[in-house]
């Protein structure tokens, strides 16, 4: 048998390579993925302990106004602090807004507490000099000697940036002030850990809920956070890996069974020259188990260029990755489970075909006969399957159970493959029968469905692939739409520049239509009024104005205050009391007293608005104040910012607006749908492997059928045709099947996921993208045919009727 089994290998080698390519495929992924792992979790983890070097002993507070008393005790009594937190601020430059909220960190003033790695200048020696971090600052062009201020109204602060510094990723911040200037920023302050210098007895005196601990312990901990971070996203890569591997066993088991089914004749004389069942089930699983060393050593190769390539590529464009190393965990799991799937694909198929006498194997093989006792079986079981599992689905979408979801659809989902030597034969034969279906068609839809196992597994393949990324697009595009409308509710208005002390400039409004990215603007007039110390720009609206989204329209009814939370959060405490507890707020325009009812909400910018008829009461020469835009259609967030800001800051104005969120939620939707659609196109790689693959086989198999119908006449031409008509059929019908899948599987992922987080949710389906996915399918698989038709029509009639 040792004989018998190198001559097959040496003979079939050609047969096996799509089959290894699945496997290689498979497990250079999850190599790649264990390199792509470890590099992300050195570089988030590599500095975490930079901050707390200097110190033995964090204090960890979950009262951040326990941390602030910590910080400023240890500042009277000159003790080694530092705050391991942030606020979020507004930074401008000149005028000009920078940034509407930038992350501003703690620079020390104790040299031993100066954990930033200082590229340029030097680090602060006085409360109003700061670090700016490098990277941050290729954004905004911020250098040493630039004065920047940092925050608004009464607390903002005027800072010299007198160092540029490097900060890691996990830990870094845009700005770095010393705690004299961050302490004032209590309104977005948290800190939730203090580095501390002094003794323990000292921090327990000051904070008594503060709990100590050694800083080393302190980094083992933040390290493993940030670890189980990075796990947490290599485990959802795995769950494609997964993907990738069920298409690939398909592929696999597939390829063998075309095999086994060309070679029956071979095994039949074996078996007729006293080759037993076990020796020749024994020979051929040999054969399967050499493949997927060859091919899982060829993707372990692979992965590994492939991660050491990516790994280069990221730390060219971003520093916090760390260097790129050689997992063993990793490398074995690739390996183990690519020579596992090749050995689990090939063992049905080699069961089936040991299984068959030696006579019979002599005789063609029917394929699926639902008469038989295995066809009744199996619908059987697909029926079972598909009832239990539109069931549960149902159960999960009156219910909102996630996990009643994800039974129903894989139970579904089996059913649906079960059904499949039924049904996707019976969807080809439908398809060919379309109106202009002529000779070379119906050629091609019979040899399609001539052997409806081997045509339900190679749709299968494609077909679970198009099913998840259909899934994936219209829940991401339903998720988006419901985003759309909570957004436009957060944030009614794309940008706001609302005057700070004197009224804005007459014709700022064209100026800001003439801007690039400026859909429409509107000046809207109001008053100023004082609330204790505290200035507020007051806003009249009368109708709601054309640039407002969302259900809101921002007209407040007579006698009403609509505040938004910022400047509440400006008022003295008595007021803002007064604002939470009473809804009511006294103040003075004038130097006449008005009281308001008040409603706190947010998204206009830092003025209040009061009806048309209240500021015409309290104020009768409004001017200026407000001037609101909406942001045209894909207009970049940046620019749009950055010229607005011109505008602010010449015209002494202070820049507030929601666009920017809004175009960071919908990069993360695209980046997310971009990311999965990738990972799943993996699989959809593999599957149309499969489809070459299975006509590249039946160009052998039916090597004297096509030398026959040439010798009858069918043109060379003709033949590839029918071939390719034959590929575009299996992955059409495939692909369509899947998108009705994916469609049916989306709503019900939305009913459970989506419905109860957003009220009035739409079901929305992306028509050109499902339809781009269909169509790319099925011209890959139109494109899977080209080199075995080609390579069917280069064989004369004469060579191809004297073929075995």
Known sequence: MRTALLASLRHHTRRYVASGLAVVI??????????????TREGLTADVGAPVAGVDTVATVDDPQAAQRLLDEAAARDVPALGLGYAMEPVARDGVQLAASADIGEASLTPSLQWQELEEGRFPATAGEALADVNAAKRTDVGVGDVLRVGTGAAAREVEVVGMVDSPAALGASLYVPWQVLSGFDGTLWIDAVAWGGSADLAREIAPAAELEPATDWVAERQAEIARGVDVIAIMALIFVV?????????????????????????????????TRRQLRRSVRVEALLLGIVASLTGVAGGIALGFGAVALVRHWFADMGTASLPPVWLAAGFTVGVLVTVAAAWMPTRSVTRVAPLAALRPDTGVDVRSAAGRGRLTL??????????????????HQVPLMLAGGTAAFIGVLLFGPVLVPALIRLVGRLPGAGPVRRLATGNAVRNPRRTATTAASLLIGVTLTTAVLTGLASSRTALDVEMDASYPLDATVTAATDPLETGLADRATALDGVDDAVTLEGTFARAADVRLPLVGVGTRPAVVRGPDDLVPRDGQLLLPIALVEELPKHLADQVYDDATLT????????????????????????????????DPDPQPVALWVRAADGADPEDLQGDLAALAGASGAALEGGYGNRSWVDLQVDVLTGAVVSLLGIAIAISLVGIGN?????????????ALLRALGLTRRQLRRAMAVEGLLLAGVASLLGAALGLAFARVGVEVMVQPAVEHVVFAVPVVQVAAVVGVAALAGLAACVLPARRAARVAPAAGLALE
């Open 243 to 275: 993907i990738a591997l069920v298409v690939a066993v398909l592929v696999i088991a597939n390829t063998f069974a075309i095999l086994f089914a060309q070679r029956q004749r071979d095994f039949a004389l074996l078996r007729c020259v006293g080759v």
């Open 26 to 39: 498979g497990v250079a992924f999850i190599v790649v993925t264990g390199i792509l792992t470890g590099a």
């Open 382 to 399: 697909a029926a079972l399957a598909l009832v239990g599992g539109v069931t549960l689905l149902v159960l999960a979408v009156l219910g």
């Open 694 to 706: 299975t006509l590249g086989l039946s160009v052998l198999e039916r090597g004297r059928e096509n």
């Open 587 to 618: 103040l003075r325009v004038a130097g006449r007293p008005i009281t308001l009812d008040t409603v706190v909400d947010d998204g206009w910018g830092r003025s209040g608005l009061v009806s048309a008829a209240t500021l015409a009461r309290i």
